[in-house]
């Protein structure tokens, strides 16, 4: 039978037609987390709780407690590890987690290189200078880093995925925003008077559409449209009106999605 790209049983550096590193860094790590085959879970689980709480989710509460002793710094290259799974969601955590004054870039670019994740930081990296070429430890990686060989731009997430998209606005699209660690706890406060809202679904559905095909996307699209059904002739409307950022490729990605909308919403 042939494997599915996507198959969990697919490593990161299958993806990238890569060798896989013997990596001293997670055999260290799994001690710590109950075993190599848990590592990818309490690595997530790590980072989230460490504030890359963009990605929030229920864990396994047999799985060990986060460690101190580990750095930010190895937990975001331990997630972009040519052994683990190729998931996206490893990736866009460890982009999270990074995005962290905590984070000391020189020390970050020594264990990319010893780790051999110099391919998956540089993306991360030069998806960053799209939205904010200051910010750190990004900038330091693109000067101390070299890639190692070329990544097929399709294997690792978009740009788009580590940063915020906030949407629409009354004058148009606004900017994109990095996505930032988050470095203080969670308000636990109870609310007993908080009403909370959410745009459109319309507008929800216009932002998605600037990944174009992204399958993740258009199964969100999906969902919306089945809980709150537009008809293709309003969407038509709405893509007419749109503005969209002076960025050519969202333009590209917006007209390249639009097809695969007004196949799923109601004639």
């Known amino acids: 039978m042939e494997r599915k790209e996507n198959s969990p049983l697919t490593t990161l550096a299958r993806k990238l037609e890569d060798t896989t590193h013997v990596s001293g860094l997670a055999i260290r790590l799994s001690g710590w987390s109950g075993g190599a085959d848990r590592l990818p879970e309490w690595l997530m689980k790590a980072a989230?709780?460490?504030g890359a709480r963009h990605y929030q989710r229920e864990f396994d509460p047999s799985l060990p407690p986060d460690n101190?002793?580990?750095?930010?710094?190895?937990?975001?290259?331990?997630?972009?590890?040519?052994?683990?799974?190729?998931?996206?969601?490893?990736?866009?955590?460890?982009?999270?987690?990074?995005?962290?004054?905590r984070v000391d870039p020189e020390r970050l670019a020594r264990l990319a290189k010893m780790e051999r994740v110099?391919?998956?930081l540089l993306h991360i990296a030069t998806a960053c200078a799209r939205v904010d070429k200051a910010l750190e430890p990004w900038a330091t990686l693109r000067s101390r880093l070299r890639p190692r060989r070329v990544v097929r731009p399709d294997a690792l997430p978009h740009w788009t995925r580590f940063a915020i998209l906030p949407g629409l606005t009354r004058n148009g699209y606004a900017l994109p925003r990095?996505?930032?660690?988050?470095?203080q706890p969670a308000f636990t406060s109870t609310f007993t008077r908080l009403k909370l809202l959410r745009p459109a679904s319309l507008d929800l559905i216009l932002t998605k559409m600037m990944r174009?095909?992204?399958?993740?996307?258009?199964a969100d699209i999906e969902f919306l449209l089945r809980n709150e059904p537009v008809r293709a002739t309003e969407l038509r409307a709405a893509f007419d009106r749109v503005r969209l950022l002076?960025?050519?490729e969202l333009h590209d990605a917006f007209r390249a999605a639009q097809p695969s909308v007004l196949a799923l919403a109601q004639p």
């Open 118 to 120: 110099e391919p998956v």
């Open 178 to 183: 990095w996505l930032m660690c988050y470095e």
């Open 68 to 101: 101190p002793a580990v750095s930010d710094e190895e937990i975001g290259v331990a997630l972009c590890l040519g052994q683990m799974p190729a998931e996206p969601w490893l990736l866009r955590v460890a982009g999270q987690l990074l995005s962290s004054s």
């Open 246 to 248: 002076d960025i050519q």
């Open 212 to 218: 174009g095909t992204d399958p993740e996307d258009l």
């Open 48 to 50: 989230l709780g460490r």
